[in-house]
């Protein structure tokens, strides 16, 4: 017996010592590509020395004799740290995931190669000004300074991630950064989606005349009634297979609920406590580790520019010079068309127009994918813009035999110029200067908000389609391509976009909520992303007299939700006090429990509170309970609760309060049938995910924000080192604004939200304060990698500043790059 017991603590301590070896390589090779900051090293490709000073949060602080120089070293740190970040950006772009991670990819690749980015990408590079190609190409040779230093000194790749997923590592090129702000584009876009899903519920409802209901337009839009969707095409399919999304995070075809959103406030000195312009910014994109900003400062020619960039693209997309700030939201400007385009039935290769039938401007195109045969795509264009699957976004469910789906879309120009916009608008003195910088500004459209030393402005920037007066669908359903009056003719000219600069009243905001009325085509849009936050932000704005660096710091944190202001007394009306005590254990006392909680509650989506999960998953439960009856499997496009809905329905405006009667059932039900019923559903969703004591549940524990690495977060122990889960506060209409994931079996996950916040005070700019969700590093065994996760999370920032000695004197590492001679 001794002799097995001592054979197996052999066998046992050889296990340990093995997995201890393992686990020590593992770690040596991944540190190996842990930067060095503070170094010198002689590169190719600039005049002078470039210094890389990084502050005690790791942010880069860039100097040089000339802007190219100060590119090249913001192209290397934005290598250093985000390396991997770079190149899967710049793969999905291509359509080249596949090559990596094999057929898992292969319909992102598919789709991605029949927009063909990186060729319209390739060819705006000669659209842009000189300086922007100089600077372009400057920001390339930093970035393959690094690669190279890497492959020559066996930096561990690069990336801890280059060792599980090996790969050769192409040099950078100007063109993959202009196709990262295409890919920026297609993820903020949104009205393909929304065309689709509205002519498939229009033939789908019963009463075509609610449709307005459950996709309603912005308050105070006017629009007129628009045909259905059957009577502006031939003939409809009767059955269509629909396809998901490709369901992969490193996709960028995100659904409409998440295709961008922000804030951004602005004040004049006559609204400010301290006599200088304020300026408050945080754009929303999908959160992960690490996020997508980037915190930079560069010192160019004109000046120190200083706030939030993107890895693999060269320039500060929000942030602030000495004399301007600026801030970007997303606009909701109408820049997709979907075109039904008919087949010559003779000859399928060609589509009519018209002038007739033409032929598809065609392409190959082959995809690698790993261990796998490779796959050949034709690509087709027409006219109007790329052909598309029937997959895509359930294309196929509203297409008419004898046709094909083909997208209209501003970001598919190959003299697209906004990088020269971005580029120029750092070295903007005032908001003339800026403004006239968005002039070349195409894709994705924005809202730029602007303060200088004395005036505030916002302005859309990116092209606006030019529509027809006769547009049968004014572009918001699909139309047919061969008609004249559907198709595009150009674009507006930049003067109309709209514009407000200096308004008497001193504040400017935007929360992409609609900015105008003006009839169509000048409209922007008829779909807006938010109708709710923009209520609790008027009233922030006007509740004070002045405001301070303070007073906006409140405002971007504030987690008050106007939606459960306001529909909670609607859906609840006939159900608070007006039941007798039930028993103990009963639905009705559970009912009477959470109605008590809800009446005392003032809509603070506070992340340790229990009322914000009741009332989050009543409103869910009830539009699923109005929906479902109506639209069938179709209400699982409806993923997240649409407040003027829900207020339309309980208000019964223009007889919405239809949805609340089930038509399949003999009875006729009510509106507060409904909202018993759903909040009996909601509190047993409740009990089975968090447990029955309502007391002491904690939103938190429902609204945790993922920050989780889009490759490495679903493998199994190392998720728990890269993947960064945090309880949250905040919801889906509120200014601190945490969008849930609507996906069971955690629907209140937060996905979505401010990656960057920053706030600029001109009467003190270097009190100026900038966070991130995450950290700079991508790097998962660096301390920079989480280290602004928990500030973010408390609602903190950090101070960056334009003066160089402050920067100095709190810097962890200093970099030199040399001219190699």
């Known amino acids: 017996m001794a002799f097995y017991f001592r054979w197996l603590l052999r066998i046992t301590g050889g296990f340990v010592v093995l997995i201890a070896l393992a686990i020590a390589v593992v770690y040596y090779l991944a540190s190996r590509s842990l930067p060095d900051y503070n170094k010198t090293l002689r590169v190719e490709g600039i005049s002078a020395p470039v210094e890389i000073m990084r502050d005690n949060a790791n942010v880069p602080h860039i100097f040089g004799e000339t802007d190219a120089d100060v590119f090249h070293g913001l192209g290397?740190?934005?290598?250093?740290?985000?390396?991997?970040?770079?190149?899967?950006?710049?793969?999905?772009?291509?359509?080249?995931?596949?090559?990596?991670?094999?057929?898992?990819?292969l319909d992102i690749d598919k789709l991605l190669r029949r927009l063909d980015l990186y060729r319209l990408a390739s060819s705006s590079v000669e659209a842009q000004d000189t300086r922007t190609v100089d600077l372009l190409e400057a920001y390339a040779q930093g970035v393959n300074a690094r690669i190279d230093e890497v492959n020559r000194d066996a930096l561990g790749r690069g990336a801890p991630e280059m060792f599980l997923f090996p790969h050769a590592v192409a040099p950078w090129r100007p063109a993959d950064s202009l196709v990262i702000l295409k890919l920026m584009a297609l993820q903020l876009s949104s009205h393909l989606e929304e065309e689709v899903l509205r002519a498939r519920v229009s033939i789908a409802l019963p009463d075509p005349e609610r449709l307005r209901d459950i996709m309603p337009d912005a308050p105070g839009s006017g629009i007129a009634a628009l045909p259905e969707y059957s009577a502006l095409m031939p003939?409809?399919?009767?059955?269509?297979?629909?396809?998901?999304?490709?369901?992969?995070?490193?996709?960028?075809?995100?659904?409409?609920?998440?295709?961008?959103?922000?804030?951004?406030?602005?004040?004049?000195?006559?609204?400010?406590?301290?006599?200088?312009?304020?300026?408050?910014?945080?754009?929303?994109?999908?959160?992960?580790?690490?996020?997508?900003?980037?915190?930079?400062?560069?010192e160019l020619q004109s000046g120190g520019v200083i706030g939030g960039t993107i890895p693999g693209l060269p320039t500060v997309l929000v942030g602030r010079s000495a004399r301007l700030g600026w801030g970007l939201t997303s606009s909701y400007l109408d820049d997709q068309d979907?075109?039904?385009?008919?087949?010559?039935?003779?000859?399928?290769?060609?589509?009519?127009?018209?002038?007739?039938?033409?032929?598809?401007?065609?392409?190959?195109?082959?995809?690698?994918?790993?261990?796998?045969?490779?796959?050949?795509?034709?690509?087709?264009?027409?006219?109007?813009?790329?052909?598309?699957?029937?997959?895509?976004?359930?294309?196929?469910?509203?297409?008419?035999?004898?046709?094909?789906?083909?997208?209209?879309?501003?970001?598919?120009?190959g003299e697209d110029t906004s990088m020269s916009a971005a580029i120029a608008l750092m070295g903007a003195a005032d908001i003339e200067e800026a403004l006239d910088a968005g002039e070349a500004f195409i894709a994705p459209a924005q809202n730029l908000t602007l303060v200088d030393d004395e005036?505030?402005?916002?302005?859309?920037?990116?092209?606006?389609?030019?529509?027809?007066d006769a547009?049968?669908?004014?572009?918001?359903?699909p139309s047919l391509g061969w008609q004249p009056e559907n198709r595009w003719q150009g674009h507006f000219d930049y003067s109309a976009n709209p514009e407000f600069v200096a308004p008497v009243g001193g504040i400017l905001g935007n929360t992409n909520n609609k900015i105008v009325e003006r009839p169509f085509p000048l409209h922007v849009s008829y779909s807006w992303g938010d109708s709710q936050r923009v209520k609790r932000w008027q009233r922030l704005m006007q509740g004070r007299q002045v405001h301070t660096r303070d007073s906006f710091m409140e405002a971007q944190l504030d987690t008050v939700s106007s939606a459960a202001r306001s529909l909670l007394p609607l859906i609840g009306a006939d159900l608070w006090f007006t039941a007798e005590a039930a028993p103990k254990g009963t639905p009705e006392r559970q009912r009477q429990r959470a109605l008590a909680l809800l009446a005392e509650w003032n809509g603070e989506m506070n992340e340790h509170m229990p009322e914000p999960l009741i009332y989050s998953a009543w409103l869910?439960?009830?539009?699923?309970?109005?929906?479902?009856?109506?639209?069938?499997?179709?209400a699982e496009e409806f993923t997240h609760v649409e407040p003027l809905f829900i207020e339309r329905v309980f208000r019964d405006i223009d007889g919405a309060a239809a949805w609340c009667n089930v038509i399949r059932s003999a009875t006729e039900e009510t509106c507060a049938d409904m909202a018993r019923l759903a909040l009996d559903d909601a509190l047993l969703w409740i009990a089975e995910h968090h447990g029955r004591q309502l007391e002491t549940l904690r939103w938190g524990d429902a609204h945790q924000a993922?920050?989780?690495?889009?490759?490495?977060g679903e493998v199994p122990v190392l998720r728990y080192f890269v993947n960064i889960r945090q309880s949250t506060s905040g919801g889906d209409n509120t200014l601190l604004r945490g969008r849930t994931s609507g996906k069971e079996p955690a629907p209140f996950t937060n996905v979505h939200g401010a990656g960057y916040r920053?706030?600029?005070?001109?009467?003190?700019?270097?009190?100026?304060?900038?966070?991130?969700?995450?950290?700079q590093s991508g790097h998962f065994l660096s301390r920079y990698y989480d280290d602004f996760a928990q500030l973010w999370r408390r609602g903190e920032y950090i101070p960056m500043s334009l003066d160089a000695d402050l920067a100095r004197a709190a810097a962890v590492g200093t970099t030199t790059l040399r001219p190699r001679r």
């Open 338 to 413: 979907v075109f039904m385009e008919e087949l010559d039935p003779d000859n399928p290769q060609e589509y009519r127009t018209p002038d007739g039938f033409k032929p598809f401007e065609t392409r190959k195109t082959i995809i690698e994918i790993k261990d796998e045969a490779p796959v050949t795509l034709t690509l087709r264009w027409s006219d109007n813009g790329p052909v598309l699957p029937a997959s895509h976004y359930s294309l196929g469910a509203v297409t008419p035999p004898g046709h094909v789906p083909a997208l209209g879309w501003t970001a598919l120009s």
């Open 455 to 468: 005036r505030i402005a916002l302005k859309l920037i990116g092209a606006m389609p030019r529509r027809e």
């Open 76 to 105: 290397y740190a934005h290598a250093q740290d985000r390396l991997w970040q770079m190149i899967m950006l710049r793969r999905t772009a291509q359509g080249r995931l596949s090559e990596i991670f094999g057929s898992r990819t």
């Open 471 to 477: 547009h049968r669908s004014k572009g918001r359903l």
């Open 235 to 298: 003939e409809m399919p009767r059955f269509a297979k629909t396809t998901p999304l490709p369901d992969h995070p490193l996709s960028p075809f995100k659904p409409r609920a998440f295709a961008g959103a922000s804030n951004a406030w602005a004040a004049a000195t006559s609204r400010s406590a301290a006599g200088g312009t304020i300026l408050a910014n945080d754009p929303h994109l999908g959160f992960s580790a690490p996020s997508t900003w980037y915190l930079a400062r560069l």
């Open 706 to 712: 993922t920050h989780d690495h889009p490759v490495l």
């Open 758 to 775: 920053g706030i600029y005070d001109f009467a003190d700019p270097d009190s100026s304060v900038f966070i991130t969700s995450t950290g």
């Open 620 to 634: 869910r439960a009830l539009q699923e309970r109005l929906i479902r009856d109506e639209i069938g499997t179709l």
